[in-house]
């Protein structure tokens, strides 16, 4: 079964920067569009960042200008870099495919943003 994996969570404080990598067992990735999904306490998770194999970006309004997704289709891996961090950047961060049938949830890294 393919299995996703998120890395690079951290406790930053306010300003700061963090680079999340999203990373699957196959080939997956590689061909199709990836986003990056922000689940904060007690809300719902939402789409925040996505990249189409060939390089598109689109972003929601509340990170553009402070978030870059990229991806390596050689290593089947996405990447968040977060930059200017806020607290209510504070969440739990996922990736899958919003344009397909989503692939079995990974468990996500840990974004914690001090003020």
């Known amino acids: 079964q393919v299995q996703v994996v998120e890395s690079g969570g951290d406790l930053v404080q306010a300003g700061g920067s963090l680079r999340l990598s999203c990373a699957d067992s196959?080939?997956?990735?590689?061909?199709?569009?990836v986003g990056w999904y922000q689940q904060a306490p007690g809300k719902q998770r939402d789409l925040v960042a996505s990249?189409?194999?060939?390089?598109?970006?689109y972003y929601v309004d509340s990170v553009k200008g402070r978030f870059t997704i990229s991806r390596d289709n050689a290593k089947n891996t996405v990447y968040l870099q977060m930059n200017s961090l806020k607290p209510d950047d504070t969440a739990v961060y996922f990736c899958?495919?919003?344009?397909?049938?989503?692939?079995?949830w990974g468990q996500g890294t840990q974004v914690t943003v001090s003020s």
């Open positions: 196959e080939t997956i990735f590689s061909i199709n569009v």
């Open positions: 990249i189409w194999p060939g390089g598109v970006t």
């Open positions: 899958n495919l919003p344009y397909n049938t989503a692939l079995p």
